[in-house]
């Protein structure tokens, strides 16, 4: 009887030992909190901006016509009102870049400088937020990676409508216009285009990396 209670004491003691020491390697018992390469605080907030501005950006481009091909949605108005009115295609809405030159008047150079550099400060944050998002060493999931890359992506694709738009834009501006400005204000522009697009490729090879190394461990 007593060798019974006394294997029952090993048993238990030796259970005991065995979870304390699981518990200590694995948790740190409660102690020491588990790195599970989860987003840091930085990473959410840079994926936070990156998607507001990236928002920010393309609504700006579209709210105020900044683009020389009307969107889905105007060609569609556009052709049923033909359908409906009759109309022939002389008979559309008028040129975009007219309607700007119209609309700012005298103050049409005015305006190209600062609508460019409000567009320029948006997307220089859109491609410093994705850079941040791309040079991360947490373990960002395929899902977050692919939404940073759509917002970014829409986010070029805006201001390479707006670059286009404001190129024939300083086309029509009058003789008045500073030429040195005008060329400096796009090269900035274009500038920004380019570290745009080059962050929203550093995303894509983060995707595809993430992708990669799923592939393997599956």
Same mark, same amino acid.
């Given at each position: ?69 009307? &969107?889905?949605?105007?060609? %569609?108005? @556009? !052709? +049923? ?7 022939? #295609?002389?008979?559309?809405? *008028? ?61 070029? &694709?805006?201001?390479?409508? %707006?670059? @286009? !738009? +404001? ?7 009058? #003789?008045?216009?500073?030429? *040195? ?38």
């Amino acid at each position: 009887m007593k060798d019974r209670f006394d294997m029952h004491m090993v048993i238990r003691t030796l259970g005991l030992v065995v979870g304390l020491c699981t518990c200590t390697a694995v948790t740190g018992c409660a102690s020491q909190p588990i790195a599970l390469g989860t987003e840091s605080q930085v990473d959410i907030e840079a994926e936070a901006r990156l998607r507001a501005q990236a928002s920010r950006l393309s609504a700006l481009v579209d709210d105020r016509g900044w683009t020389l091909s009307a &969107g889905p949605a105007d060609a %569609a108005r @556009e !052709f +049923f009102s033909r359908l409906v009115n009759g109309g022939g #295609a002389e008979e559309t809405a *008028d040129d975009p870049v007219s309607v700007y030159m119209e609309a700012q008047g005298g103050n049409a150079a005015l305006a190209f400088h600062e609508d460019i550099a409000q567009l320029s400060t948006l997307a220089q944050s859109v491609a410093d937020a994705a850079q941040q998002i791309s040079n991360s060493e947490q373990g960002l999931g395929q899902a977050t990676l692919t939404r940073d890359l759509a917002s970014a992506e829409n986010a070029l &694709g805006a201001v390479r409508r %707006a670059e @286009e !738009f +404001f190129i024939a834009v300083s086309e029509e501006l009058d #003789a008045a216009a500073d030429g *040195d400005q005008v060329i400096q204000s796009l090269q900035g522009l274009a500038d920004q285009k380019a570290r745009l697009a080059d962050a929203a490729d550093a995303l894509a090879e983060r995707r595809w990396a993430v992708q990669s190394n799923q592939g393997l461990s599956s």
